[in-house]
């Protein structure tokens, strides 16, 4: 293992969106079982200190692999692509209409079947944009349009956050 390999040399998979999350689990466990410290318990402190780090390195390549919006911002970034999240605000007209909908369609929901139904609309957003995303890296390899795309599901995962709030302060 090297640590400075990206996330997907280190889990030996291809560098790609689409993933099968099992394979991700069971080589996150594999890898974890190598550099468990205990295993280095005879070889010393520097020993054990080393593979902390490599369990460390382990633990956050497995974070961003497994989620998928991660996965994909991590893909931007490693084609030359960031996010840019913070400073790069800007959506199609489109799609800042439809979260004006949505935004107001969460202030008047008052009822459980009201989140539920925005819920699900949301949902589909979220696997519609996913999708994209697939197509996008795997089949287009187009990073730079890939970037707005996430920014898009990076607003459908906050948004989706609001939803659950909601549904808290209704008591559900």
């Known amino acids: ?20 999350r099992s394979a991700i689990d069971t080589r996150w466990k594999e890898l ?6 205990d295993r280095f ?16 390195r382990i633990n956050e390549a497995y974070q961003r692999l497994k989620d998928p919006l991660q996965r994909a911002a991590y893909l931007c970034e490693l084609h030359g692509a960031p996010i840019r999240a913070e400073d790069n605000t800007a959506m199609p007209a489109a799609f800042l209409m439809q979260q004006m909908e949505w935004r107001e369609a969460l202030e008047e929901a008052i009822t459980v079947p009201a989140l539920d139904a925005l819920q699900d609309e949301v949902d589909a957003a979220r696997a519609r944009a996913l999708s994209t995303l697939d197509w ?33 302060q209704l008591g559900q």
């Open 1 to 20: 293992m090297n640590l400075h390999s990206d996330d997907f040399e280190l889990f030996s998979l291809p560098r790609r969106f689409a993933q099968d």
């Open 41 to 56: 318990a005879a070889q010393g402190a520097a020993a054990q200190r080393v593979a902390m780090q490599w369990s460390v």
């Open 136 to 168: 996008l890296f795997d089949e287009k390899g187009d990073y730079a349009a890939a970037v707005q795309q996430v920014r898009a599901l990076m607003f459908i995962a906050r948004f989706a956050d609001d939803i659950e709030r909601r549904r808290e």
């Open 32 to 37: 974890q079982r190598e550099a468990h410290p």
